[in-house]
């Protein structure tokens, strides 16, 4: 330990653990969608790519099935209709 300017005998403080993160390079992907280059984490789960993040962000991910319901109605409503009653005959099931 050496002393400093002040005369306190502490050890230096230890730089932040991002400090230490500045110069690697982080896990990043290019959106297809809208092109920016972004952190893993802005990308959901995706089983059948290398990375196993979804090629879309999720933020253009969702505007992409926003975009899908809204012109295509019916097949939208023939999904919902489909998940209700798997919802109703489970809890039927568990009862």
């Known amino acids: 330990m050496t002393m400093d300017s002040t005369g306190s005998s502490f050890p230096p403080l230890l730089s932040p653990p991002t400090a230490a993160l500045e110069g690697a390079a982080l896990p990043s992907k290019t959106c297809r969608d809208c092109s920016t280059l972004k ?8 089983r059948n790519t290398a990375d196993r993040c979804s090629p879309y962000c ?8 926003r ?3 809204k012109e295509h109605p019916e097949a939208q409503e023939k999904i919902q209709r489909k998940y209700l009653m798997r919802r109703k005959l489970r809890s039927i099931a568990s009862e």
């Open 39 to 46: 952190l893993l984490t802005a990308f959901g789960r995706h």
């Open 67 to 69: 975009k899908w319901r």
């Open 58 to 65: 999720r933020v253009c991910y969702s505007a992409r099935v």
